[in-house]
């Protein structure tokens, strides 16, 4: 019976941020020591659809920038860790791979900016692509690694005995078993980049702003119930993706 | 053969090109232009070389950023660690059902801006909390509600770190257990003739923190490297180093700037130094 | 003179040009301005009012970039750390240290007002305008609004409002847990104002920055603040590290006190329901310090014609009157009433008055001039060494 109820209050410590959010965004006058006593409204919500909204305007930004960065960190990352399994053998290669992953993306971007300026990327669209690129391709090659294993390699070598080339070889030895794998990892990078804050701030210089951007905005402002509705706007795709490839998970997320 | 060889060739340096290119180079393009500012060496500002900067780094507010850091970093990583382990060996069999380990994954779609915000909310003065403690009695002055957030030892950012840590090593034990058997061998103690307790500590802990310590570490280093949450949850002194360097970059004081480039190295370099270190003790799962 | 305004034309000066072909040029480009966003009204103003009017007057898209005076020189200083020749920002909101650190790394472009038409209004011979922080403006940069510190307190938790220092010593010591000071600009600008009034004579700040001046007034100034720091609130552990924060705090009653630049803020808060309505304002008998707060262009700005053109419109009777209005701003002008337009003089003359906040003529007695940059600075790092660090 107390594991029911230990696994019932689990539950809801996880989904306790989307009921505080969605308590928020329904609120206005919040003011102490008021729980249910104060206004609840749904103008906040009215102003998300009006057309000048900022919020609608970051939503796509967001989309945008987080589909294109893991679509190409992912690609990359894959053929990049398979060159490193099959071609090198010192283990320095993966581990400086970790170097650009584990390091606050925000104090690389610091130190970056200045190469930055000088591209002329800062408060670029393209430059921020770039900036999230750096942490998220490192964190593709590190996911991958281990799946050019011998038996990949085996395989490899099989269609190649067969005479198949390097495309044959994708489509028959490779991509069937790296399909759930590529999912996952593009999931994974595009959370990297969806919530990224510190690192597009400071080369976006505020110019380039993304969902989670707006939501320091808000909170900044001293406005919990935009920063509210903006927060819940940003769990939903990450949701989404979680649910959609739930089964992929399940299977797949610790051959890392 | 001669051709395929070639190709593999070309192949093989342009992915090793590729590589360094892309995760390599920019850290140390990144660390050099660091160490050049840190040391007079560029910018508009400087004077030529000069080692007060980094003079200035171990004392002070740096030296108290950099222990709060490492305090904080420690005590989430620990904390989450135990509460997995806890949850592991409490509730393991509920925690095999799927819909119960598919709920494990929730955490991991909340942002660390959200995790921040939410924490803020429950648990400040002001909070969802307080309000609570106020309206049942248990406090009469919103003065009286204990302090969670913006306070010494960062209670409400290790709360948010918990959040993020406590489900992922979970799901880890969970996979570790299974992928090292270790049902069976508590059955194989079992019958011969070894305690609970003995089993669990003897048997499965050490399996399973060996396994485990690799991402703790990690995790332990991104804890450290926190910059979102500690600006939502932070105090004004000490504070998170990378919150530190930013303030220090930004601040008023021009004079300040070399220092915050310092700063970065050294935290980079930390950084590293500490992977290298974790790399070299794993030499066996890289062959 | 047509082409595309939101190209650079590096090699004419744009005070060269006349102010037709200045409006021409700016004509659809794109200006960036970098300002604080921390107020929603204010945000507002920009938004719903400056934004949508300076596309439709002048095919100009301005976009608003949020970012504090430090920013703001960061970001101008590492453009020109690493030779850029064209900026991210063409215009900004600034004041006082931003201004000299600025003209310290050659950052702004000027001079420029006197080529504005609306700068035939503004009210340069006032001390409180046409010198920022001790610094003569030179043109370098254009005056927005004036603005005078003031303390907001709660009615029901003050009695008797503290009109000194010392006075706040004694009512600290008395309500313990119910103040605090936010280690920021309005917090730095209640230190320097109490610098100043600590002796008779604030006249000794004026002018150059003085070191054994600074020293001796500065260590009585944290002696007192230490002497009270543990009956602050949260015992002086930690601070608030924004005004908003601070604000937050003064809503829900756990502090009695909250402070402002804007000496109307309180006005405006309270329309908006943000503050409770027994919140009243006021500017203590020692003094507090009047300022005003300036736009700049930036020195490599790609769209110096677009910025002209935008300040201009912002130093017009039109948006100026907007902006003084309580529940939009409330920001004091920086126009001379008696050289503006007849119908402008009466406007500005018959504005909706205070509620709560103090009368402006009353508070003008009580101005203390901003003393030099270099104070702030030293404020700043001092109060972060001598006070929140120990």
Avoid at chain 2, 48 to 58: I, R, V, Y
Avoid at chain 2, 132 to 161: K, M, N, R, T
Avoid at chain 3, 81 to 101: H, V
Avoid at chain 3, 241 to 252: D, E, G, K, P, R
Wanted: hydrophobic share 45%; glycine share 6%.
């Amino acid at each position: 019976m107390t594991r029911k109820i230990s696994i019932t209050f689990l539950l809801l410590i996880f989904l306790q941020p989307l009921l505080v959010l969605l308590y928020l965004s329904f609120s206005t006058q919040w003011h102490y020591p008021s729980l249910f006593a104060h206004p609840f409204t749904t103008q906040h919500w009215q102003t998300l659809l009006s057309e000048s909204s900022a919020l609608i305007k970051s939503i796509g930004i967001s989309i945008m920038i987080s589909t294109l960065v893991s679509f190409v960190a992912t690609g990359m990352g894959f053929f990049i860790s398979r060159g490193i399994a099959y071609y090198t053998k010192s283990r320095w290669w993966l581990t400086s791979a970790y170097f650009p992953y584990v390091i606050a993306p925000v104090v690389l971007a610091v130190m970056l900016n200045f190469y930055f300026l000088k591209m002329g990327l800062t408060g670029t669209f393209a430059g921020i692509l770039l900036a999230q690129l750096l942490i998220t391709i490192p964190y593709s090659v590190i996911f991958f690694h281990s799946f050019w294993s011998s038996t990949i390699l085996e395989r490899e070598y099989l269609v190649a005995t067969l005479g198949g080339n390097f495309m044959t070889s994708l489509r028959h030895a490779i991509l069937p078993s790296a399909k759930g794998l590529l999912v996952v990892c593009y999931f994974q990078c595009y959370l990297i980049s969806w919530f990224e804050y510190g690192l597009t701030q400071y080369i976006g210089v505020g110019k380039v702003e993304t969902l989670t951007i707006l939501v320091y905005r808000y909170i900044s402002e001293a406005n919990p119930y935009l920063a509210a509705l903006a927060g819940l706007l940003l769990l939903i795709p990450p949701l989404v993706l979680l649910f959609v490839n739930r089964s992929f998970f399940i299977q797949n997320v610790w051959k890392s | 053969m001669n051709r395929t060889m070639l190709k593999n060739t070309v192949i093989r340096r342009s992915l090793a090109g590729l590589f360094l290119l892309l995760c390599a180079l920019p850290v140390v393009l990144a660390m050099g232009y660091a160490a050049l500012y840190s040391v007079g060496l560029t910018g508009l500002q400087s004077d030529g070389f000069m080692l007060q900067h980094w003079a200035t780094l171990f004392q002070g507010e740096f030296l108290s950023s950099f222990l709060y850091s490492l305090w904080i970093a420690g005590a989430s990583s620990a904390l989450a660690l135990a509460t997995a382990l806890a949850a592991l060996f409490t509730l393991r069999k509920e925690l095999t059902d799927k819909r119960v380990y598919r709920m494990l994954f929730l955490p991991l779609t909340v942002p660390p801006v959200v995790i921040g915000f939410v924490i803020y909310q429950l648990f400040s003065g002001g909070g969802i909390l307080s309000r609570v403690s106020y309206q049942s009695g248990l406090i009469d002055q919103i003065s009286h509600f204990p302090e969670f957030v913006h306070d010494a030892y960062g209670v409400g950012i290790i709360l948010a770190h918990l959040f993020i840590g406590f489900p992922f090593f979970l799901i880890l034990l969970l996979n570790l257990y299974q992928q090292n058997n270790l049902d069976e061998l508590e059955i194989t103690a079992a019958s011969l003739g070894a305690g609970r307790k003995d089993i669990l500590l003897r048997v499965h802990l050490p399996v399973l923190l060996k396994g485990i310590f690799p991402v703790v570490s990690l995790y332990t280093i991104f804890f450290m490297g926190a910059y979102e949450i500690p600006l939502i949850l932070g105090q004004s002194s000490p504070q998170m180093f990378t919150i530190l360097i930013l303030e220090k970059l930004q601040r008023y004081s021009l004079s300040d700037i070399p220092v915050a480039y310092a700063m970065a190295l050294f935290y980079a370099i930390i950084c590293i130094g500490t992977l290298s270190w974790l790399m070299m003790q794993y030499k066996k799962r890289w062959n | 003179m047509v082409g595309c305004a939101g190209e650079k034309s590096p090699e004419v000066n744009p005070t060269e040009l006349s102010w037709p072909e200045i409006e021409q040029q700016a004509k659809g480009g794109e200006v960036t301005i970098m300002m604080w966003k921390g107020d929603p009204l204010i945000n507002q103003y920009m938004e719903d009012f400056v934004i949508p009017t300076v596309k439709e007057r002048f095919e100009i898209d301005l976009e608003i970039v949020s970012g504090q005076g430090s920013q703001i020189v960061s970001t101008i200083l590492s453009e020109l750390d690493s030779g850029q020749k064209n900026s991210q920002l063409d215009m900004m909101w600034i004041n006082g240290e931003t201004f000299y650190q600025l003209r310290q790394v050659d950052g702004l472009f000027g001079p420029f007002t006197s080529h504005l038409p609306n700068a035939k209004y503004v009210d340069f011979e006032n001390p409180f305008i046409g010198y920022d922080f001790q610094q003569p403006v030179e043109g370098f940069e254009a005056p927005w609004g004036n603005v005078q510190f003031t303390l907001i307190y709660n009615e029901k938790m003050v009695d008797d409002p503290p009109q000194n220092l010392s006075d706040f010593e004694d009512w600290v010591e008395q309500n313990p847990g119910q103040f605090t000071i936010p280690t920021e600009f309005a917090g730095m600008t209640l230190l320097k104002s109490w610098l100043l009034s600590q002796n008779e004579n604030p006249e000794s700040f004026y002018g150059a920055f003085d070191e054994e001046l600074y020293q001796a007034e500065s260590s009585r100034l944290w002696e007192s603040i230490n002497g009270m720091k543990s009956d602050f609130w949260r015992q002086g552990e930690t601070f608030p590290a924004t005004i908003t924060q601070l604000h937050q705090l003064f809503a829900n009653g756990e502090v009695a006190f909250t402070m402002s630049n804007n000496d109307s803020e309180v006005d405006n808060k309270i329309a908006q329901g943000v503050f409770p309505d027994y919140s009243r304002a006021y500017v203590p008998e020692s003094g507090t310090i009047q300022n005003s707060h300036y736009l700049g262009i930036s020195k490599h700005s790609e769209n110096k014609t677009g910025a002209m053109v935008v300040i201009n419109f912002l130093l017009s009777p039109e948006a100026q009157y907007r902006k003084m209005i309580p529940e939009i701003w409330g920001d004091g002008t920086i126009l001379s009433v008696e050289k503006l337009p007849s119908e402008w003089k009466e406007k500005f003359r018959t504005l909706p008055g205070r509620i709560k906040a103090p009368d402006r003529n009353q508070i003008q007695e009580k101005a203390l001039m901003e003393p030099d940059p270099e104070y702030m600075i030293r404020i700043f790092e001092d109060f972060r060494k001598e006070v929140v660090q120990k």
